[in-house]
């Protein structure tokens, strides 16, 4: 498990995390050899024209940035130009890749040492020579990958975040080159949060850039209070907020104004506010069911009809595997699956159900002989039914 691996620069997992996660950059060479990406540009312009899938087109023409959302349209690419100069130039970003292609998910996979409530999403960029999203910084942890063609990296430790005013993107005023680096199809570079960067598209023969960023999320604390206390108004009748009784005023003395809120009446309510607590099972509760929350555009597709008694037959044929979209968390016995909660009951059906929530799958060998347990395989079926589990190709 704890091995030194290459694609950490021969460090192991641990000593990773230690020395570099959210401290220092780390540059990789072949941190994945042979890695030449894993779809072809006119592939990525494909998913870019997509419905569901998020993409940005952010072009660079004479000095002023400029962002486009899709999907987009041939039209639109073809409207791009088709020399890039230093006056004109641009990239293709697509987002969430690991959605829709299986070898995207499995390349996730090996970030397996990072929690799965840590990860976004796989980004995959395109630029041609020149190309890119200019110098600036970004507020969560990426690891890029690089792809085919190759990629002049360059980054500044500065304190300087100064940001161009009125432009679509965050970015810096100025940037201070502190280092710099080319990266090569299969080289990495781990930049923690806030490190000041600028990656210049470099054409190698006639293979444009790709850039693969493993990208993870961190939520902002702002954030977690206000869904926490979103989710808390559901509880608000339940045992996690132990407050009973009604707001009393034996002592009440004469106002002045009857309009007036008194001193009294607020320190009473306060003190009744400030019992409200929350065991550490609420805030299990709450994060499973918020960071397995799919993001709002993000569907699936229910699957057809079919009976439990022949699901299970087929799943202890074929194993299970889950949908490139889902998302599956878990807190002891409790399973978060896409938002919803799951408690399980038994160490045997727990341990299958946490091996799917690490691999993603389950084989048929995991599968055996644990079917016939009716709770195991009855939330199996229905997170089927939804649409949030399959049968592998
Ligand atoms: C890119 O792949 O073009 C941008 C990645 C980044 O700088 O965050
Ligand atoms: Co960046």
Not at 93 to 108: G, I, R, T
Not at 340 to 357: F, H, P, T, V, Y
Request: hydrophobic share 40%.
């Amino acid at each position: 498990m704890n091995q030194p691996l290459a694609l950490l620069n021969q460090l192991t997992s641990s000593e990773f995390l230690d020395q570099y996660w959210q401290k220092k950059p780390l540059l990789i060479k072949a941190a994945m050899p042979n890695f030449a990406g894993l779809l072809s540009p006119e592939e990525l312009a494909g998913l870019a024209c997509e419905e569901d899938v998020q993409s940005r087109i952010v072009e660079y023409k004479n000095g002023q940035w400029h962002t486009q959302h899709g999907p987009f349209t041939e039209k639109d690419f073809a409207a791009l130009p088709e020399v890039p100069s230093a006056q004109h130039n641009w990239t293709l970003l697509v987002q969430s890749v690991n959605h829709f292609l299986p070898e995207a998910n499995a390349l996730l996979q090996q970030f397996s040492f990072i929690p799965h409530a840590r990860l976004d999403d796989l980004m995959v960029s395109y630029a041609p020579n020149g190309g890119g999203v200019g110098p600036h910084f970004d507020s969560y942890d990426v690891f890029l990958l690089q792809g085919q063609g190759k990629r002049l990296w360059r980054i500044s430790e500065q304190t300087d975040l100064t940001l161009v005013e009125g432009a679509p993107l965050r970015i810096l005023k100025n940037f201070d080159t502190k280092q710099e680096w080319l990266l090569e199809a299969g080289d990495m570079l781990y930049l923690p949060p806030h490190l000041a960067h600028w990656g210049i598209a470099v054409a190698d023969g006639d293979k444009d850039c790709m850039t693969y960023s493993i990208g993870f999320r961190a939520p902002k604390n702002q954030e977690l209070a206000s869904e926490f206390l979103g989710f808390m108004q559901d509880k608000i009748n339940q045992d996690a907020i132990p407050l009973t009784g009604m707001y009393q005023d034996t002592n009440l003395s004469l106002q002045a104004h009857p309009a007036e809120i008194s001193q009294a009446m607020i320190t009473s309510v306060s003190a009744q506010l400030q019992k409200i607590q929350w065991p550490a099972s609420t805030v299990a509760e709450f994060l499973g069911r918020y960071l397995s929350d799919p993001k709002t555009h993000v569907v699936f597709d229910a699957n057809k009809e079919i009976s439990q008694a022949n699901f299970v037959k087929k799943a202890v044929l074929t194993g299970l595997t889950l949908d490139l979209k889902s998302l599956m968390l878990f807190e002891g016995e409790h399973f978060f699956m896409n938002g919803e909660m799951m408690a399980c009951q038994g160490d045997a059906a727990a341990a299958i159900l946490k091996r799917l929530a690490d691999n993603r799958l389950l084989t048929p060998m995991d599968l055996a002989d644990h079917l016939n347990n009716s709770e195991l395989s009855l939330s199996l079926f229905a997170w089927y039914q939804a649409g949030y589990l399959h049968f592998p190709d």
